[in-house]
């Protein structure tokens, strides 16, 4: 062991260093929740020299922690390789690899590709870093407690906007169409859209349902009761960010787990739930057209397709997508963030009747297929199937219940956010696409140790 070792094992031994980087991803969590609120809604009032920093304060505690525990002798070093081992591990790097190989078949500007698969490469640092600590049952609920003030704040803060009719935060003024609830007034809290809350509240629910669920002959009466509380409050939240692809995405995982695990007579609950949330979904929707104008104007620019953006942007991305079906334009060249700040060429395929604020592709699922093609799609979907496969596995033979839930999480919620991730960007937004890392993590960690299954 080098003089370096020695001085990080005398000054942070590995107890103290699994702590702090179990605290560090708390941090972590706080900080995701609302750096939008400094990043983008606040971000013209505050100095470039303040805001450049903060924007990057997630990605710089990341790779804070990934560089202790690369460097670290007991926690990382000779031990690295055999933590980092798991059962997804072949699906993700191939998915991984396949996008690195896109980018260089497509003459893609590094920087430019870097960009387009950053957010993978953020999401793999947390991963990581969660297979290579120990993760007491202990800090978990601690978490989950924590994630459920979270959502209760941002529920809050959304009811507030809805109360004293605070407009989405769009770039320009002039970009609205009215200020009227169910049209521009829709619960955002600290985020930069409705569809960002409705998505980070979709996880918080699914949390205290699946808990509520797992952990129900241990819970007191009143305990059950303050949970069943705080689930309407937070189903009540996303009804207020009018957002279809969160209730449809809620609908989907429970109905999938319910039929899924349709044998098992307690899990059918989660089936019947799923059905109770499709009629009140069509009441709201219906009772939201007649009573609400705002919804009902949105509505009407839904189905007027030469206004609706989506459909547009779905035009636009099939054109460039037939340039390459197979392995796509490259990352970073048509949807994510990196198209636009590098201003690509495939932009002149972008309809003219788009509003001026659309940064990003509104559609996840698209700009993956125009992207990385045919090939980059289906080892999308086999990475996912893998998940859902080993966590649906470790689910059945888990032997506590907090395995258990964080197992079956993972599973409802991969769900959720395939849906979501079809008719929005949620598949690379921080505040929705962290609970999926974070809990995948956290229950591969745990299966590896209960099955020795790399």
């Given at each position: 062991?080098?003089?370096?070792?020695?001085?990080?094992?005398k000054?942070?031994?590995?107890?103290r260093?699994?702590?702090?980087?179990?605290?560090?991803?708390?941090l972590?969590?706080?900080?995701?929740?609302?750096?939008?609120?400094?990043?983008?809604?606040?971000?013209?009032?505050?100095p470039?020299?303040?805001?450049?920093?903060?924007?990057?304060a997630g990605?710089?505690l990341?790779?804070?922690?990934a560089?202790?525990?690369?460097?670290?002798?007991?926690?990382?070093?000779?031990?690295?390789?055999?933590?980092?081992?798991?059962?997804i591990?072949?699906?993700?790097?191939?998915?991984?690899?396949?996008?690195?190989?896109?980018?260089?078949i497509?003459?893609?500007?590094?920087?430019?590709?870097?960009?387009?698969?950053?957010?993978i490469?953020?999401?793999?640092?947390?991963?990581?870093?969660?297979?290579?600590?120990?993760?007491?049952?202990?800090?978990?609920?601690?978490?989950?407690y924590?994630i459920?003030?979270?959502?209760?704040?941002?529920s809050?803060?959304?009811f507030l906007?809805i109360?004293?009719?605070?407009?989405?935060?769009?770039?320009?003024?002039?970009?609205?169409?009215?200020?009227?609830?169910?049209?521009?007034?829709?619960a955002?809290?600290?985020?930069?859209?409705?569809?960002?809350?409705?998505?980070?509240?979709?996880?918080?629910?699914?949390?205290?349902?699946?808990?509520?669920?797992?952990f129900?002959?241990?819970?007191?009466?009143?305990?059950q009761?303050?949970?069943?509380?705080?689930?309407?409050?937070?189903?009540?939240?996303?009804?207020?960010?009018f957002?279809?692809?969160?209730?449809?995405?809620?609908?989907?995982?429970?109905?999938?787990?319910?039929?899924?695990?349709?044998?098992?007579?307690?899990?059918?609950?989660?089936?019947?739930?799923?059905?109770?949330?499709?009629?009140?979904f069509?009441?709201?929707?219906a009772?939201?057209l007649?009573?609400?104008?705002g919804?009902?104007?949105r509505?009407?620019y839904?189905?007027?397709?030469?206004?609706?953006?989506r459909?547009?942007?779905?035009?636009?991305?099939?054109?460039?997508f037939?340039?390459?079906?197979?392995?796509g334009?490259?990352?970073?060249?048509?949807?994510?963030?990196?198209?636009?700040?590098?201003?690509?060429?495939?932009?002149?395929?972008?309809?003219?009747?788009?509003?001026?604020?659309?940064?990003?592709?509104?559609?996840?699922?698209?700009?993956?297929l125009?992207?990385?093609?045919?090939?980059?799609?289906l080892?999308?979907?086999?990475?996912?199937?893998?998940?859902?496969?080993?966590m649906t596995v470790?689910?059945?033979?888990?032997?506590?219940?907090?395995?258990?839930w964080?197992?079956?999480?993972?599973?409802?919620?991969?769900?959720?956010?395939?849906?979501?991730?079809?008719?929005?960007?949620?598949?690379?937004?921080h505040?929705?696409?962290i609970?999926l890392?974070?809990?995948l993590?956290?229950?591969?960690?745990?299966?590896?140790?209960?099955?020795?299954?790399?």
């Amino acid at each position: 062991m080098n003089g370096v070792g020695l001085m990080i094992e005398k000054y942070l031994p590995a107890e103290r260093a699994n702590r702090l980087l179990l605290l560090a991803i708390t941090l972590l969590l706080i900080w995701t929740s609302i750096e939008l609120q400094f990043t983008r809604i606040w971000g013209n009032y505050i100095p470039g020299i303040i805001r450049l920093p903060v924007s990057y304060a997630g990605e710089m505690l990341l790779v804070a922690m990934a560089f202790l525990v690369v460097v670290h002798p007991t926690i990382g070093r000779g031990h690295l390789l055999k933590k980092m081992k798991n059962p997804i591990n072949f699906s993700l790097l191939l998915f991984f690899g396949f996008a690195v190989f896109s980018m260089f078949i497509n003459n893609v500007p590094f920087t430019q590709g870097v960009f387009g698969v950053r957010a993978i490469f953020q999401y793999a640092i947390l991963f990581y870093v969660l297979l290579a600590i120990d993760i007491p049952t202990t800090w978990v609920k601690k978490v989950f407690y924590l994630i459920v003030g979270l959502g209760l704040f941002q529920s809050i803060i959304g009811f507030l906007q809805i109360i004293f009719l605070v407009p989405l935060p769009l770039r320009s003024v002039s970009e609205r169409r009215s200020i009227s609830v169910g049209e521009e007034v829709r619960a955002f809290g600290l985020m930069d859209s409705s569809n960002t809350l409705a998505g980070f509240l979709v996880a918080v629910l699914l949390l205290v349902v699946l808990y509520l669920f797992i952990f129900r002959a241990e819970l007191s009466t009143k305990a059950q009761l303050v949970f069943l509380v705080i689930g309407v409050v937070l189903l009540a939240a996303i009804a207020l960010t009018f957002s279809r692809q969160a209730f449809l995405a809620l609908i989907a995982c429970l109905g999938l787990i319910g039929i899924i695990y349709r044998k098992n007579k307690a899990f059918r609950i989660l089936l019947f739930s799923s059905i109770g949330l499709v009629v009140l979904f069509v009441i709201g929707y219906a009772g939201a057209l007649f009573f609400l104008e705002g919804f009902a104007q949105r509505n009407l620019y839904t189905l007027d397709l030469s206004k609706n953006y989506r459909y547009l942007i779905v035009l636009s991305g099939l054109e460039v997508f037939m340039l390459n079906p197979l392995a796509g334009v490259g990352p970073g060249m048509f949807g994510s963030n990196a198209a636009f700040v590098f201003n690509s060429p495939f932009h002149q395929f972008m309809h003219e009747d788009l509003p001026t604020t659309m940064r990003t592709v509104d559609n996840n699922a698209l700009y993956v297929l125009v992207e990385y093609g045919i090939i980059g799609v289906l080892l999308f979907a086999y990475f996912f199937f893998r998940i859902i496969k080993v966590m649906t596995v470790y689910s059945e033979k888990a032997t506590g219940s907090m395995q258990r839930w964080v197992s079956l999480f993972v599973v409802t919620f991969a769900i959720a956010f395939l849906v979501m991730g079809l008719l929005s960007t949620a598949w690379e937004n921080h505040q929705i696409a962290i609970w999926l890392w974070l809990f995948l993590g956290i229950g591969l960690n745990w299966y590896k140790k209960e099955t020795g299954n790399e």
